[in-house]
Every structure is written in structure tokens, then in C-alpha cells.
């Protein structure tokens, strides 16, 4: 399959609790085991935000039922403060109005094929529809999100801005600060790209 149908097969579903597991086995595969969040996170982010929670599945054409394998996801809540800080890893805030991604993971097997830049997009298309149905009090106001360096070109295409080094202690390496201004007028940009 070329790199444009494979991309264009993938589904786009909130990940249901029967599916925490799963997306927590990528993310133990995924990072160190100093930066991996606990199941119990995972289970807690689903059930406070599982609009939040989004899945990338591949359908399963080698089963008679239609099954489907969860190869990516983001996960993110919501806080107060404008940009990422501990307590924002910690808490769901349902009435904060900055949507804080924790987590970007892609299986390994499929890495490298835009999984990852095409889950992001389609993540800021869904948060731009949700805040417009929003009142104008509880409209999400930007997407933060903590990266280390070598995935600055990941962020900057999906229409992130790199804000500085990040005052997040977590694990061994270095964060830095991105912000997604949730004017949407840079995510129209970052659509064509
Ligand atoms: C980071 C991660 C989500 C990227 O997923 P992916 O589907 O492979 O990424 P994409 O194919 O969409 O990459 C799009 C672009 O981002 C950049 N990029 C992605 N992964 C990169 C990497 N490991 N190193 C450098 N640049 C990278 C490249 O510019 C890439 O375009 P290119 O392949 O044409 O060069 C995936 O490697 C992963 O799950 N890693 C483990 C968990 C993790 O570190 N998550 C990020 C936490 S902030």
C-alpha cells in the first residue's frame, strides 16, 4: 500500500475504556520507562476526557468481523494555566480552556509514515469543531504541549510554535514549551502543508 492510501485507511475514533490497555502497552513501548505515565493515568484521562483521547486504527482486512488495531493515539485534558506545568499532567480540569497534550504515541511498526502529523491535524480540526459549539466563556483558547528537540520539525508541521525550554522536571532529558494559538487561523495553514 503507497504512503497516501495507508494514511487515507486510517480511522479516527475516541478510544473507548475496553481500548486503555492497549494505548498503555504502546506507550510503555514507546518511551523510557522514567517518562511513561501509569495505567491508572490512562484510565483516569478516559473516563474525565474521553474527547480528549483519540485513537489512529487500522481495520483489520484479515478478519470477517470488522475489527480494527489501535497503531496510534494523543491524549491530552484540559487546564487553566497557558501553558504546560506539573499540575497540568496531573489534573483534568473540565473547565480549563488550555487543551494540554500528554501524550503523542505511534506503534513502532508504523512509525515514520505521517501517523503522527495526521493524527495531530485531525486532533485540532476536532478541538477547533468542539470550541465553536462551545459558549464564548469555555472556548479552548490553545493546545500546549512539552516535546524534547528532535521532534521540533513534528510540531512546527502541525502548526505548533516553539516557546522555549519548558519548567517540567520529568524523566532525564530536556523539555521544551509548544504552543498551538487556538485562533484556528494558523490550523488552515498547517492543513495544507
Ligand atoms: C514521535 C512519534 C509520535 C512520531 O510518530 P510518526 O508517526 O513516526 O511521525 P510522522 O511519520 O507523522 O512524522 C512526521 C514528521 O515529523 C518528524 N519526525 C517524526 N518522528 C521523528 C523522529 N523520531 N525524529 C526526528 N523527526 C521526526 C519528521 O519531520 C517527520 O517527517 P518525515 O518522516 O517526512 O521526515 C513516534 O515516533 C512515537 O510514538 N515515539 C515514541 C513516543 C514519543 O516520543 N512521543 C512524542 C512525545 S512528545
Known amino acids: 500500500m503507497d504512503h497516501k492510501s495507508f494514511i487515507n485507511s486510517l480511522i479516527f475514533e475516541y478510544v473507548n475504556a475496553s481500548e486503555v490497555e492497549r494505548a498503555f502497552q504502546l506507550e510503555l513501548e514507546g518511551f523510557p520507562p522514567e517518562e511513561a505515565f501509569t495505567l491508572e493515568r490512562y484510565t483516569y484521562i478516559q473516563k474525565a476526557a474521553p474527547t480528549l483521547l483519540l485513537g489512529a486504527y487500522l481495520s483489520d482486512s484479515s478478519s470477517t468481523s470488522s475489527s480494527k488495531l489501535l497503531i ?8 487553566d494555566a497557558p501553558k504546560f506545568t506539573k499540575e497540568s499532567m496531573s489534573y483534568h ?14 506503534d513502532k511498526l508504523y512509525q515514520r509514515r505521517g501517523v503522527a502529523l495526521y493524527m495531530l491535524k ?8 468542539e470550541s465553536q459549539n462551545k459558549d464564548v466563556d ?6 500546549a504541549l512539552i516535546s524534547h528537540k528532535h521532534l521540533i ?4 508541521k502541525a502548526g505548533f510554535i516553539l516557546k522555549g525550554e519548558s519548567e517540567i522536571v520529568y524523566g532525564n532529558e530536556q523539555w521544551l514549551d509548544f504552543e498551538f494559538q ?4 494558523n490550523y488552515l495553514l498547517c492543513l495544507v502543508n
Do not use: D
Open 93 to 106: 480540569n473540565p473547565f480549563g480552556k488550555t487543551v494540554c497534550i500528554h501524550t503523542v504515541c505511534v
Open 72 to 79: 496510534g493515539f494523543i491524549m491530552a485534558t484540559l487546564a
Open 182 to 185: 487556538a485562533n484556528w487561523t
Open 122 to 129: 485531525e486532533y485540532i480540526k476536532r478541538l477547533k469543531n
Open 138 to 143: 469555555s472556548k479552548y483558547e490553545r493546545i
Open 153 to 156: 520539525p513534528l510540531y512546527q
